[in-house]
């Protein structure tokens, strides 16, 4: 079952995001920390400057299990919080089982959950996050295939719909703003704290404008590349002060878990401005902007909540082409929902296929040891071969039944029926809900398309489909697609099994 625990720039303000934010350097201990939850088995985590959000699914498949998880997984994200109340918090996250948290994990993917929808950086973010999960061999076959689909279903929506057409970007909202605020950006000075991917994004729409562009960052290395791209001028950290005088617009986008503009630096520089207003767009998460900042006459700050105005001015013009990308994610998550009936019912098929086997070869041992013993390795493999047919014959026509039934979503009556008749176990769970092993060999990522987009080819974990009958993991293999067994000692071995009430392992 997939999990979904999370908040975002629509459940909860930037003062709490920024304290559940989880920083680069911090990730694989925080991976380490909810793969050892003992109700989780595979686990990814998302964390932008508009969200915090935990994929996982349960360690087993029930509806119980599946709070269980999320319960677990939100104790982890409060843990974070700090000073801020565990119930503050708690009112902000939202969490999802089943088909909402697949749906909602399309959605990011896809751009539709984005404060700028359309925006291209999520999918970058995601397909990180993604890579860092596979690193830390936390993501097996399940969550790496509900990742497969998401990268699948945002390659299509940008394809398919005209969603990311024009300025679409946390940077390129900072921007209109400012156009909002002097007109006209010709000549303006602007300055850039910081030079990362955000930044980069800034620098081209400014360019474009005409504004005059400084970037300072603590690498001068980094600031003069991003410069020189945007005809800008590069500036080391140690003149900060100096652009600050200078500037009429700062955006600041560093990855600083601390304040780089505090009240105390801002004032040191507002009376050598001569009373020029002074125009601040935070959008760094967490904040580079000490909020008192805005306290100070002739100094203005924004941050990047408050951009959602602008956001949903831009989202009015998309509103057609987000309803035909949210079509797109209704379709896949259709298929995917399929897909994760066909798995449920695979443990059944595979124990009704070792029973049959089971029955059958023991009853054939006993008559090779009594009245068939004269017989040779000619006709005893003849024989062994004549019962697997068999096996196949019985177990062919439930197979498929129950396969079609789990495709309607009506596969468990059928499976408790057949449990229940053939006295199956009936503690099998799908593989893909175990905790995935850190010997794994982990998901591969594709080369980007020209769209930006590429699909995960996730590695045998999320290639393995029961209804597809593709390469993927034995234990998710169509049980009617297995080799027969031919071996007298094979045979002799599962007619020892039956006898003493150990089933027969899968071939």
Same mark, same amino acid.
Request: hydrophobic fraction near 40%; glycine fraction near 8%; proline fraction near 4%.
């Given at each position: 079952m997939i999990v979904v625990v999370g908040l975002s720039h629509k459940s909860a303000p930037i003062e709490v995001r920024e304290r559940l934010a989880v920083p680069a350097d911090g990730l694989p201990g925080f991976l380490d920390e909810l793969q050892s939850l003992p109700e989780v088995g595979e686990v990814m985590v998302l964390s932008t400057c508009n969200r915090v959000e935990i994929y996982a699914t349960a360690k087993h498949g029930s509806d119980r299990d599946g709070t269980l998880a999320a319960d677990a997984i939100e104790q982890k994200l409060i843990d974070r919080a700090g000073e801020l109340r565990s119930e503050e918090v708690r009112t902000h996250l939202f969490r999802y089982t089943d088909d909402p948290a697949v749906r909602h994990v399309f959605r990011v993917a896809a !751009?539709?959950?984005?404060?700028?929808?359309? @925006?291209?950086?999520?999918?970058?973010?995601?397909?990180?996050?993604?890579?860092?999960?596979?690193?830390?061999?936390?993501?097996?076959?399940? /969550?790496?295939?509900?990742? @497969?689909?998401?990268?699948?279903?945002?390659? $299509?929506?940008?394809?398919?719909?005209?969603? %990311?057409?024009?300025?679409?970007?946390?940077?390129? =909202? =900072?921007?209109?703003?400012?156009?909002?605020?002097?007109?006209? /950006?010709? %000549?303006?000075?602007?300055?850039l704290l910081g030079a990362g991917e955000m930044a980069e994004d800034a620098a081209k729409v400014l360019c474009e404008d005409g504004a005059k562009?400084?970037?300072?960052?603590? !690498?001068? *290395?980094?600031?003069?590349?991003? #410069?020189?791209?945007?005809? %800008?001028? #590069?500036?080391?950290w140690t003149d900060l002060q100096r652009t600050l005088i200078e500037a009429d617009v700062v955006i600041a986008s560093t990855s600083s878990p601390h304040f780089v503009l505090t009240r105390e630096l801002v004032a040191s520089i507002t009376r050598a401005r001569r009373g020029r207003s002074l125009f601040i767009i935070d959008i760094a998460v967490p904040r580079d902007v000490d909020p008192q900042v805005n306290d100070l006459e002739g100094v203005y700050l924004y941050d990047i909540d408050d951009l959602e105005k602008i956001a949903a001015d831009t989202m009015r013009g998309r509103l057609?082409?987000?309803?035909?990308? @949210?079509?797109?994610?209704? *379709?896949?998550?259709?298929?995917?929902?399929?897909?994760?009936?066909?798995?449920?019912?695979?443990?059944?098929?595979? &124990?009704? $296929?070792?029973?049959?086997?089971?029955?059958?070869?023991? @009853?054939?041992?006993?008559s090779l040891g009594g009245k068939l013993?004269?017989?040779?390795?000619?006709? $005893?493999?003849? /024989?062994?071969?004549?019962?697997?047919?068999?096996?196949?014959?019985?177990?062919?026509?439930?197979?498929?039944? /129950?396969?079609?039934? =789990? &495709?309607e979503g009506a596969a468990s009556d059928y499976m408790d029926a057949l449990r229940h008749l053939f006295d199956l176990p009936d503690n099998d769970e799908p593989a893909a809900a175990d905790r995935p092993s850190r010997r794994d060999s982990q998901p591969r990522m594709s080369k980007p398309d020209g769209n930006g987009s590429s699909e995960a080819a996730a590695g045998e974990h999320a290639s393995s489909d029961p209804s597809a009958g593709g390469n993927g993991s034995d234990s998710h293999a169509d049980p009617e697609a297995e080799e027969p067994q031919t071996s007298g000692a094979v045979a002799r071995e599962g007619a020892s099994r039956e006898s003493s009430g150990v089933p027969k392992e899968a071939s």
């Amino acid at each position: 079952m997939i999990v979904v625990v999370g908040l975002s720039h629509k459940s909860a303000p930037i003062e709490v995001r920024e304290r559940l934010a989880v920083p680069a350097d911090g990730l694989p201990g925080f991976l380490d920390e909810l793969q050892s939850l003992p109700e989780v088995g595979e686990v990814m985590v998302l964390s932008t400057c508009n969200r915090v959000e935990i994929y996982a699914t349960a360690k087993h498949g029930s509806d119980r299990d599946g709070t269980l998880a999320a319960d677990a997984i939100e104790q982890k994200l409060i843990d974070r919080a700090g000073e801020l109340r565990s119930e503050e918090v708690r009112t902000h996250l939202f969490r999802y089982t089943d088909d909402p948290a697949v749906r909602h994990v399309f959605r990011v993917a896809a !751009s539709l959950d984005s404060l700028v929808v359309g @925006e291209p950086q999520i999918l970058g973010q995601f397909k990180d996050a993604f890579e860092k999960a596979s690193q830390a061999r936390s993501v097996g076959m399940l /969550l790496g295939r509900a990742v @497969e689909s998401a990268l699948h279903v945002a390659k $299509r929506v940008r394809t398919e719909t005209q969603i %990311g057409a024009g300025r679409v970007s946390i940077s390129s =909202a =900072a921007i209109d703003l400012a156009r909002q605020i002097f007109g006209d /950006l010709s %000549g303006r000075v602007t300055a850039l704290l910081g030079a990362g991917e955000m930044a980069e994004d800034a620098a081209k729409v400014l360019c474009e404008d005409g504004a005059k562009l400084r970037v300072v960052n603590r !690498s001068i *290395e980094r600031a003069q590349n991003v #410069a020189s791209m945007f005809k %800008g001028e #590069a500036r080391p950290w140690t003149d900060l002060q100096r652009t600050l005088i200078e500037a009429d617009v700062v955006i600041a986008s560093t990855s600083s878990p601390h304040f780089v503009l505090t009240r105390e630096l801002v004032a040191s520089i507002t009376r050598a401005r001569r009373g020029r207003s002074l125009f601040i767009i935070d959008i760094a998460v967490p904040r580079d902007v000490d909020p008192q900042v805005n306290d100070l006459e002739g100094v203005y700050l924004y941050d990047i909540d408050d951009l959602e105005k602008i956001a949903a001015d831009t989202m009015r013009g998309r509103l057609t082409e987000a309803q035909s990308a @949210e079509r797109i994610v209704d *379709e896949e998550a259709d298929a995917f929902s399929t897909w994760l009936e066909a798995l449920k019912v695979t443990p059944t098929v595979v &124990a009704l $296929r070792k029973h049959v086997q089971g029955v059958l070869f023991a @009853e054939l041992e006993r008559s090779l040891g009594g009245k068939l013993k004269h017989l040779g390795p000619a006709e $005893r493999k003849a /024989l062994e071969a004549m019962v697997s047919a068999a096996v196949n014959k019985l177990t062919h026509a439930p197979s498929t039944r /129950l396969k079609a039934a =789990a &495709a309607e979503g009506a596969a468990s009556d059928y499976m408790d029926a057949l449990r229940h008749l053939f006295d199956l176990p009936d503690n099998d769970e799908p593989a893909a809900a175990d905790r995935p092993s850190r010997r794994d060999s982990q998901p591969r990522m594709s080369k980007p398309d020209g769209n930006g987009s590429s699909e995960a080819a996730a590695g045998e974990h999320a290639s393995s489909d029961p209804s597809a009958g593709g390469n993927g993991s034995d234990s998710h293999a169509d049980p009617e697609a297995e080799e027969p067994q031919t071996s007298g000692a094979v045979a002799r071995e599962g007619a020892s099994r039956e006898s003493s009430g150990v089933p027969k392992e899968a071939s």
